[in-house]
């Protein structure tokens, strides 16, 4: 349980010191900047793509493509073959969120990178990303 605990904890104060400056920088938190790089990297994504990229339930995406698209960094479209899907297309307005927020997201990473050492840092994110993508047996 004390990994446990140490992933929770690293995680939070990881995402609050990133949420600070993702929003001084861009004006975004660290989850809409998530959604946008996704929609960015898969063009004509959808809702339901982006909540399986993201890891997030359905619903969540929802209420976060509702806020980025009244902030005007997203817009929704009909999808052309599936009537039930919503497209999603990232605004010049999103793009340049995103333009904005790289520089810091860069910098984040080199301070993690530092304070972990190079090695360790890739050691880490490798873990991170099996750890992620780890489906645990049922009891």
Known sequence: MRLFFLLQRAAHQLR???????LA???????QLGALFAVQDRPDTTQRQLARTLGLRESAVTALVARLTRAGLLTRRAHPHDHR?????LTGDGAAALRAARPEVDRFNDELRTLLGGQEFLRTATALHRLAHWEPRDP
């Open 85 to 89: 899907a919503v497209v999603l297309e």
């Open 25 to 31: 920088a861009a004006g975004i938190t660290t989850a």
């Open 16 to 22: 609050t010191a990133a949420d600070r400056r993702c």
